[in-house]
């Protein structure tokens, strides 16, 4: 039931930025945390950045912090990743998922993603090329 199409990705150099898209359908999504993980070549799935059903309280990997912001439209059930500064590392297939459980939120589970999240739509490809 639940459904995330991902689009947006591209090619992009270092230094320049991307904007992702997540279109999400078969549940209620204002009530669900929705979370952006990524897969790089030869690496596994890396938790990116989490938002809160309500679009309050965000959450980052490190390693992103001050690029990337996360951000969501309730009324057109699409959750977004704005990336800027993009660098070579940041090269991967990025998916977006819903939380399983409603209204909630845990740093826990960007450990254990594939437990935690579903919906796993068939990413986007961002690749980083200097």
């Known amino acids: 039931q639940v459904q995330l199409v991902e689009s947006g990705g591209g090619l992009a150099q270092p230094g320049e930025s991307l904007r992702l898209s997540c279109a999400a359908s078969?549940?209620?999504?204002?009530?669900?945390?929705m979370t952006w993980a990524r897969q790089a070549p030869g690496k596994g799935l890396e938790w990116v950045a989490s938002?809160?059903?309500?679009?309050?309280?965000?959450w980052y990997q490190e390693s992103v912090k001050g690029r990337f912001i996360i951000s969501r439209d309730n009324d057109k059930n699409t959750v977004y990743l704005q990336m800027n500064s993009l660098q070579v590392e940041d090269t991967a297939l990025y998916f977006c998922?819903?939380?399983?459980?409603?209204?909630?939120?845990?740093?826990?589970?960007?450990?254990?993603?594939?437990?935690?999240?579903?919906?796993w739509g068939q990413g986007t490809q961002v690749t980083v090329s200097g």
């Open positions: 938002i809160y059903g309500d679009g309050e309280d965000t």
């Open positions: 078969g549940f209620i999504f204002r009530d669900y945390t």
């Open positions: 998922g819903k939380l399983q459980w409603p209204h909630h939120y845990s740093s826990a589970y960007a450990d254990a993603l594939q437990d935690s999240y579903e919906g």
